[in-house]
């Protein structure tokens, strides 16, 4: 679908609560939508190993590895939603595994001189989010960001003359600015080299983040400039700094850049009018400011981080147990699937303090729902507490307390009795792998 003339595209920001040690500011909207095009799915296991890279920059998503069992798991969306959580990702978004060139560009203006080296601003952001992505795709997903501009590149407007707002579609103030960083960048850069662009703006341009989160993604535009023959289709931009105040900046205030990131390779937003009240701090699409935080297990089979042999798809009636290896561990049975008809169905991984996930504070089997007829930033995943109103077991800054204790532990059990579902955790995996062992019941009909 094309976006619609000042059409307003994912829902605007809302101001972050001004308060210094627990943030809660609504992340980034304004994407611009794509026309869903249908793809060839694999039937291929996969290797498990880092693909080969493609031939040339800005290739489009790879659909997630599946087996024929799989087919009652790939939920789909409408085409008119907006950055469904469907599989496989639609085309018009940045490919997520392999080798991904990101083109990196240090901004400011002449009423927002660059503060320091346009370098540092950098180091603000790399290595770290590298490191993250390699992490979170257990190495499936070589980020390499690129800096054929090292200095400030400055733009021939002030930056006040854009009108930007927190929010902001891709009106003509972000056409403008688009085109004039293209033009600028353009002698030194060719841009059919990257596969999307990350774009540092000087952390004085605009509000403290404290106030306003201007950090915005603009995902499979249709409307973007053409610059080298090709789209500046997928475009992030991150404005001031994440910085609350607790000293922690130097360790968590890169997270933005993996969350906008997120959009370029297709990931809607998981948090609500309610900030992160629908996934807490379970996904860094839902929260991702303090502690660091990984992706939940159905996005990264959505990014093609999984083989097929790591998803089990649940759909005959009947009970069935396994063994679920933590998810920031590589090797094992990652994510169970439970589809509830052909947009939604109940997701199940297990949860521990391991890899990116720095602050759990009760390992446990995660269960959520996914529907991929949610629009971004409306909750499109929600995750079930194991122990509703509880107030959750983490004082951690920037995490949300009361879904920090939601994942169940050995001996509980969730249930939909209206479907005939019930998911229980019977014990921890006795061979000493820190698997837990899940059974699964689902009615007929």
């Not at 039937?43 to 009652?72: D, E, F, I, K």
């Not at 995996?429 to 689902?442: A, E, I, K, W």
Request: glycine share 12%.
């Amino acid at each position: 679908m094309q976006p619609q003339p000042g059409r307003r595209r994912g829902g605007t920001r809302a101001s972050a609560v001004p308060h210094r040690r627990h943030i809660r500011p609504r992340r980034a909207a304004a994407l611009a939508s794509v026309t869903a095009l249908t793809l060839a799915v694999s039937t291929s296991a996969g290797t498990g190993h880092l693909p080969p890279p493609a031939t040339t920059a800005g290739a489009g998503p790879v659909p997630p590895a599946r087996s024929t069992a799989h087919r009652p798991c790939l939920i789909s969306g409408e085409p008119t939603v907006q950055m469904s959580e469907g599989v496989p990702t639609p085309g018009g978004y940045s490919r997520s595994t392999g080798t991904v060139h990101a083109l990196t560009l240090m901004v400011d203006f002449s009423d927002a001189p660059g503060q320091g080296s346009a370098l540092s601003r950098f180091r603000e952001f790399f290595p770290q989010t590298q490191q993250w992505f390699r992490t979170s795709s257990y190495g499936r997903l070589d980020y390499r960001p690129e800096t054929p501009i090292p200095d400030w590149l400055r733009l021939p407007k002030p930056f006040r003359s854009y009108g930007i707002e927190r929010g902001a579609p891709f009106d003509p103030g972000y056409r403008q600015l688009i085109q004039d960083i293209v033009s600028a960048a353009d002698p030194t850069v060719d841009f059919r080299s990257y596969d999307f662009l990350n774009v540092l703006m000087t952390p004085n341009v605009g509000p403290s983040a404290l106030d306003t989160v201007l950090s915005v993604t603009f995902a499979g535009n249709t409307q973007a400039p053409i610059a080298d023959g090709v789209p500046v289709a997928n475009a992030s931009f991150v404005y001031s700094r994440q910085d609350d105040g607790s000293g922690a900046y130097d360790l968590t205030g890169y997270r933005v850049l993996p969350h906008e990131n997120g959009h370029v390779f297709g990931l809607p937003d998981l948090y609500t009018q309610e900030g992160g009240g629908a996934v807490g701090h379970w996904d860094i699409m839902s929260e991702d400011w303090g502690a660091n935080n990984d992706l939940v297990g159905w996005h990264k089979w959505k990014l093609g981080w999984l083989d097929a042999n790591q998803v089990a798809c649940v759909a005959a009636p009947g009970t069935s147990e396994y063994t679920l290896t933590p998810l920031g561990r590589t090797g094992g049975l990652k994510l169970l699937v439970v589809p509830l008809g052909r947009n939604t169905g109940y997701a199940v991984e297990l949860r521990t303090r391991a890899g990116n996930d720095e602050a759990v504070c009760r390992p446990g089997a995660l269960i959520y729902k996914v529907d991929a007829d949610v629009e971004t930033g409306q909750g499109p995943i929600r995750v079930y507490d194991s122990h509703r109103d509880s107030g959750g077991c983490t004082r951690t800054p920037n995490v949300h307390a009361e879904l920090s204790d939601a994942p169940f532990a050995p001996g509980e059990e969730f249930r939909d009795l209206r479907r005939g579902i019930r998911v229980s955790v019977v014990g921890v995996d006795p061979s000493g792998s820190g698997g837990y062992q899940v059974r699964v019941t689902r009615g007929r009909g």
